[in-house]
């Protein structure tokens, strides 16, 4: 299939970085010690991770509008050919309805929109669960090798490198939060502020 190179050699990195971020958010909240839940440090790198994780994702799959990297503008021709081709896909990978999927992506454009990118008063929706947004990206990547077919991506699959970060990650993460708990200082942290 024809695609728009220039388009695709920008929409991969994003979906590449969109699952690292959410690794990092992962790995850094599966370690919990006493000193990092009272560090500005560690609660700021985690929800960091986890907006600039929502803010990558919907610049792949968010909204069509002015978005040159929405997946839609990835092909030549017949975007909505291309476009129905990715969501039957992703679809199947995820077993789940078009309806679920519509609920699922507005509930991760609300986060975006209403919480990451703009604040809106009031906002009280919960965090999105990100299961089905790494998933989608996985999706996506399986699926991309077959539309640029026959031209060949030099990395491996989405789903090993995940695997691959979170080891990586979680021995950085480990590391760090040794070496900033080698040293105790008094609490000033958020949590401290905020009475956790």
Known sequence: MAYQKEVFVQQLPLVDRFARHLIHYRVIRSNPTSHWRRSWFWSDTYDAHLLQASMYWCMGFGSQGQNLTHLRHLAVDRADDLQNSFRDRLLADL????SEWKA??????????????????????????????????????????????????????????????????????????????AEPRPCSGPAHRAGR
């Not at 970060?165 to 760090?176: D, H, K």
């Open 95 to 98: 077993r789940i309805s078009e």
């Open 104 to 181: 699922y992506w507005k509930e991760m454009l609300a986060f975006r929109n209403k919480y990451v990118a703009h604040r809106e008063p009031g906002f009280k929706q919960p965090v999105p669960v990100f299961d089905r947004a790494l998933e989608t990206a996985f999706s996506y990547d399986e699926w991309v090798r077959e539309v640029i077919h026959p031209d060949l991506l030099d990395s491996p699959p989405l789903r090993q490198l995940v695997s691959e970060w979170q080891r990586s990650i979680g021995l950085e993460v480990s590391a760090a939060i040794e070496a900033s708990t």
